[in-house]
């Protein structure tokens, strides 16, 4: 009797929810490669996937930041300033992508620096959050107060826009070492959002088996890339492990979507869930991150010849 | 006692009838706390007005046209006997503790007054009720029954209680009702979510 008044167990839909969603991320992560025709020299190429990939990163910061401090109620009035600058990046970075020739003009040269620079003080702003509460560096602090990923990645944005006008300036240093750096910024990038997106799975306790899929994968493909830097051989690998972080960080918002209709409420409640469940548009940073280490295999491949 | 006012007059719970903040479960439970008054099945009549005109004392409504139903509510409890799963040592059961308990007050105010609680003034009961609330009473009427146990435990704690499972008193307090299925996303102090009450200025 009681048997039947049990709600639905939450296991039982898990695998095909999943493999529907892996699969449908794959189509639409083949329908965007098909899509994305980059032009010209390796260099010029690499130049639009890492200014493809921070625009990426700010429209993921954009609509978070946004989300979040809506929920903080805007409070202090410099929280109107991330979502902001996170919207001038996505049209800094959207303009490098296409144009990448001219992302050493002044104009989004000093946007991108400015966005770079947003996101370093709102790191100060949320450190400062986080150790003025009771407790200070706790686990629950890291875990309820201001996240220290989301203008870290506002940073990294700024940073790829303007790497990617200096693989184009044609300078000695562009051949010999910044394909290397940026491998290595793009493995820290990776380390960085596993770090924030494991510490909240944590948070979730795992309590859905998919959420384990951000915490062995990306950390693979920040090694590969990491190892990439330093000998191109590892590039063989390091191209389907990025390949598979761009997929989590396109099934990532599909997996939310199914964990805030499993949420009290489900969609009927999205006034609250959209806050309260996981976020939707956070795990795109990873396709960001992911599409800007895609462009630059090809120089690091280089490297080797 | 007298004299509140609800910082709340523009908040009324039942809007929120037709929002997701609540569901089928949510509405068809306050429905039947509005629709099913229950009607009388176990308490005396004379118990039931002597409790009425009590009740009235302990939350008075003056202001209401329709007051929030009490009594009718007590006496589905005991008729139920839906006790709360414990006993006070010093008690005995909750229907008898209910029985002896309002007899008992009917006795002291005619020993007292030589008439019945509800024709005596308003003060006139208050004291009486202060009276029993600190034992001051007639202990030949009262037995073993403690009367500041019966009146705190029982009287009033039901009657406040149940006064604010009601919809009316939840406006009046501000208070959202059932969190279900919408709860609240803004936790910390001094943080609301807009489907929250709002106060205004009343002083």
């Known amino acids: 009797m009681f048997q039947s008044r049990q709600p639905e167990p939450s296991h039982r839909p898990l695998v095909p929810v999943a493999i529907a969603t892996v699969a449908a991320a794959a189509g639409i992560g083949w329908l965007l490669q098909r899509a994305w025709k980059p032009k010209g020299d390796r260099n010029h190429r690499a130049a639009q996937a890492l200014g493809a990939g921070a625009a990426i990163l700010c429209v993921s910061v954009a609509l978070d930041s946004a989300i979040e401090h809506y929920r903080g109620e805007f409070k202090d009035k410099a929280m109107f300033v991330g979502p902001t600058m996170a919207l001038l990046g996505l049209g800094a970075a959207t303009y490098v992508a296409f144009r990448p020739e ?10 991108l620096f400015a966005v770079g620079a947003t996101g ?24 309820y107060g201001a996240p220290m990923g989301a203008p870290a990645a506002l940073t990294l944005a700024g940073l790829y826009g303007v790497i990617a006008g200096e693989m184009l300036s044609g300078r000695s240093y562009v051949k010999s070492r910044l394909s290397k750096h940026t491998a290595g910024l793009i493995a ?80 009927k409640n999205w006034s609250q869930m959209i806050l309260q469940g996981p976020p939707l548009p956070a795990p795109p940073a990873f396709l960001g991150i992911a599409a800007a280490g895609l462009g630059i295999l090809p120089m690091l491949k280089e490297e080797q010849k | 006692m007298s004299g509140f006012k609800t910082p709340y007059p523009d908040y009324h719970v039942l809007e929120k009838w037709d929002s997701p903040s609540w569901n089928d479960q949510t509405r068809e439970a306050v429905r039947q706390r509005l629709d099913e008054v229950p009607p009388r099945r176990f308490l005396s009549e004379e118990q039931w007005s002597l409790l009425e005109a009590i009740v009235a004392r302990l939350v008075p409504q003056p202001e209401r046209a329709e007051p ?7 006496d589905d409890t005991l008729h139920k006997n839906e006790t709360p799963g414990y006993r006070y040592a010093d008690m005995p059961p909750m229907r008898e503790a ?12 005619r020993n007292r007054h030589g008439k019945s609680f509800e024709q005596l003034s308003p003060e006139q009961q208050d004291a009486l009720l202060s009276d029993v609330q600190h034992n001051r009473v007639d202990r030949q009427i009262w037995g073993d029954l403690p009367p500041g146990g019966f009146f705190l435990h029982h009287l009033l704690k039901q009657t406040v209680g149940i006064y604010y499972s009601h919809p009316d008193a939840w406006s ?9 299925p919408r709860g609240y ?13 709002r106060e205004v200025d009343v002083a």
Not at chain 1, 102 to 111: F, G, M
Request: charged residues 15%; neutral net charge; hydrophobic residues 50%.
């Open chain 2, 68 to 74: 929030v139903p009490i009594v009718p509510w007590i």
């Open chain 1, 188 to 267: 820290f990038s990776l380390m960085g959002t596993i770090a924030e997106a494991g510490l909240l799975h944590f948070r979730g306790s795992f309590q859905n088996p998919a959420m384990y899929l951000p915490v062995p994968i990306p950390p693979l493909a920040a090694i590969s890339i990491g190892a990439a830097a330093l000998s191109p051989r590892a590039t063989a690998a390091a191209e389907p492990l990025l390949k598979a972080t761009a997929l989590l960080g396109i099934a990532g918002p599909m997996f939310h979507a199914y964990g805030i209709h499993r949420n009290m409420g489900g969609w």
């Open chain 1, 102 to 111: 001219r992302a050493s003009d002044t104009l989004p040269k000093i946007a």
């Open chain 1, 120 to 143: 370093l003080a709102g790191l100060g702003f949320h450190s400062y959050n986080i150790l003025k509460r009771p407790g200070e560096l706790d686990a629950l602090n890291l875990f």
């Open chain 2, 98 to 109: 209910w029985c002896r308990g309002l007899d008992a007050i009917a006795a002291e105010t």
């Open chain 2, 185 to 197: 996303a803004r936790l910390g102090p001094d943080e609301r979510d807009p489907w929250e009450a």
């Open chain 2, 172 to 180: 009046e307090i501000g208070y959202g009702g059932p969190a279900s």
